[in-house]
């Protein structure tokens, strides 16, 4: 039982450091958006989406010309003035790391972890928020083959694109979970 165990362990060692792997190369090719409303008021939650929706046609304008996300941020870090003009008043703008959980965006999931996003702030930031890819554009994509062709365009290989839209997604989310809960345990 205890060389059971010790293996176990050992494995499920090896499996969390290839998914911080995986994590981490696709975190370096993308950028998502994050727009957070004023607060839960229907009125709020309808501007949010207001500003998600100008957000995201003003940086595919900017960023329709880059090869890769860090192309994609300079020119959005370069721009920033203009993507808070776009949002509109009383928003916030800033590119930034931030760590977000599992997210299933139904064609696509990416697992929890630290990525570059850039942040619209409506307001307090007391609401619910929006979350998707501005980089590459993946937020616009309709079908799986839109998505695709989107992802290996921006510099993601056939593996990244298969690892965050494989036919395991339900073991995926699963195993990402596991590994949001080991990552609070050991920071």
């Known amino acids: 039982m205890r060389k059971f165990l010790m293996v176990f362990l050992c494995a499920a060692a090896l499996w969390a450091v290839w998914a911080q792997a995986a994590q981490a ?9 994050h727009v957070v409303a004023n607060s839960d008021s229907e ?5 949010k989406l207001q500003v998600r929706d100008r957000v995201l046609a003003q940086v595919s304008r900017l960023t329709e010309a880059a090869d890769s996300s860090a192309a ?35 064609i696509f999931a990416l697992p929890a972890g630290s990525y570059t996003a850039l942040t619209v702030t409506v307001g307090e ?7 998707c890819v501005v980089f590459p554009p993946l937020c616009q994509s309709a079908t799986e083959e839109e998505f695709t062709a989107a992802a290996a365009q921006a510099g993601l290989t056939e593996g990244e694109i298969a690892f965050i839209t494989g036919g395991e ?13 080991i990552s609070k345990i050991f920071g």
């Open 125 to 131: 930031g007391a609401g619910q928020n929006w979350w």
């Open 43 to 47: 009125a709020d939650q309808a501007y």
């Open 25 to 33: 190369a696709v975190a370096d090719k993308v950028i998502r958006l």
């Open 72 to 106: 994609a941020a300079e020119l959005i870090e370069e721009n920033l003035a203009l993507i808070g003009q776009a949002a509109g008043e009383n928003c916030a703008v800033q590119m930034e790391k931030k760590t977000f959980t599992t997210r299933d965006y139904g």
């Open 169 to 181: 997604r339900e073991s995926v989310v699963f195993k990402f979970k596991t590994l949001e809960i």
